[in-house]
C-alpha cells in the first residue's frame, strides 16, 4: 500500500479546508479502484455545503490524484412545504425517525410471527406506510426532491440497495453547484474560496430573475397598451372605407 501518496491526499484536502478526511480515503484505496467519490458536508452560515471529490488512480505510478470537486450549495430547505401530494412532510420525517432503518432492512433477521399479535408485525406496518408516503411524493415534482433527501438522511448506510437499488439522486432547483478542477502546478480551490464563489453566483442568479421578472412585467404593460391602441386604429380602418364610399357616392352625385 503506497501510504506516502495516502498522506499525500490526506495533506492536499487539509490545505484546502478538509480535516480528518486522510482514514476515509484510505478506506476507498485499500480496495483498489480505479477511480472513487468521496462525500462530505460542512455547515458554513447556517447554511450546507455538499463537497464530492473525484479521485482516479494513474496508470504508470499506481498512484492516486485528486481531479476536482463538486461543490452544491444549499439555498432553500427542501423540507420548508408543509404539505406535498397529500403528505405533511413534518409528520412524514417524525414517523421515519421512530424506525430503526438498520433492523428494517436486515433481511436475515428473524424473529416469531404472530398475526394476532400486533407487536411482531408492528414496526413492519409502519414502514409499509413510510414507503407508501414515499412513493406519493415521487408523484409530484417538488415531492421528489424531498423523497430523496429522507431516503439519504434516514436510509443512507442500511442494506437498502439489496431491496430498491441506488437512492437516486435528485437535485433542488434551488440548490447553486459547480466543479473546481485540479492539476500538477495549481494548489486548488479552498472551501472559503469556493463557499464566497457560489454566493456570487447564488446572488448573481437572484439579480437576472429579477431583471428578467422586470423585463416580463415591461413586455406585459407594452403587450396592453399595444392592444389598446390596435384596436383603436382597427375600428379607424373599419369606419375609414364606409366614410369613403359614402364621400365618393356624393361626388358622383
Known amino acids: 500500500m503506497n501510504i506516502q501518496n495516502i498522506t499525500a491526499l490526506a495533506s492536499q484536502l487539509q490545505s484546502l479546508g478538509f480535516d480528518n478526511l ?4 484510505l478506506k476507498r484505496i485499500c480496495f483498489k479502484p480505479d477511480n472513487f467519490y468521496l462525500n462530505h458536508k460542512i455547515a458554513k452560515d447556517k447554511e450546507l455545503l455538499e463537497f464530492r471529490f473525484y479521485f482516479e488512480r494513474q496508470r504508470k505510478s499506481d498512484a492516486y490524484m485528486l481531479l476536482y470537486y463538486d461543490i452544491t ?3 432553500k430547505d427542501v423540507f420548508e412545504e408543509l404539505m406535498i401530494a ?4 413534518a409528520d412524514l420525517e417524525k414517523q421515519m425517525t421512530t424506525i430503526s432503518w438498520m433492523s428494517a432492512f436486515n433481511l436475515d433477521e428473524r424473529k416469531k410471527l404472530d ?7 408492528e414496526v413492519e406496518a409502519k414502514v409499509e406506510t413510510v414507503v407508501e408516503s414515499l412513493a406519493s411524493l415521487e408523484q409530484d415534482e417538488k415531492g421528489k426532491a ?3 433527501a429522507l431516503k439519504v438522511k434516514f436510509w443512507l448506510g442500511t442494506p437498502y440497495h439489496e431491496i430498491f437499488g441506488s437512492i437516486p439522486a435528485v437535485k433542488n432547483k434551488s440548490d447553486i453547484s459547480q466543479r473546481f478542477y485540479f492539476s500538477e502546478n495549481s494548489s486548488g480551490i479552498t472551501v472559503d474560496e469556493a463557499y464566497r464563489f457560489l454566493q456570487n453566483k447564488w446572488l448573481e442568479k437572484q439579480l437576472q430573475l429579477k431583471k428578467k421578472q422586470a423585463d416580463s412585467n415591461s413586455e406585459s404593460e407594452i403587450d396592453e397598451t399595444n392592444g389598446t391602441t390596435g384596436s383603436g386604429l382597427l375600428k379607424k380602418r373599419r369606419i375609414n372605407p364606409s366614410l369613403k364610399g359614402k364621400r365618393n357616392k356624393a361626388n358622383q352625385d
Open 22 to 25: 486522510g482514514s476515509l480515503v
Open 73 to 75: 450549495l444549499q439555498q
Open 86 to 89: 397529500g403528505i405533511n412532510i
Open 115 to 121: 398475526p394476532n399479535d400486533k407487536t411482531t408485525w
Open 146 to 148: 424531498v423523497a430523496a
